[in-house]
């Protein structure tokens, strides 16, 4: 911590954005192009199971749980 303190700050590649967003009384937000979008991996899902645009729905744990056992009970 001792060698921080003398590190210029506002001019830092990296404390500079975190910085400067702090004196605007900012939230700094690091925005990564090569990232994927958050969510991106259910709409991947969604088109390889060919759900196309069919909004997911919420289930309740015990319809979940009753539809596994009717379907258990089907299968054998």
């Not at 937000?29 to 090569?34: G, L, M, Q, R």
């Not at 088109?47 to 979940?64: L, T």
């Amino acid at each position: 911590m001792i060698l921080l303190t003398n590190l210029p700050v506002d001019s830092s590649n990296f404390y500079a954005p975190h910085y400067n967003a702090l004196m605007n009384d900012e939230t700094y937000v690091h925005e990564d192009s090569t990232k994927p979008q958050k969510g991106w991996w259910k709409k991947e899902l969604d088109r390889m199971r060919g759900r196309g645009n069919r909004p997911r729905e919420q289930v309740s744990v015990e319809d979940f749980v009753s539809d596994a056992t009717s379907k258990k009970k089907r299968v054998r």
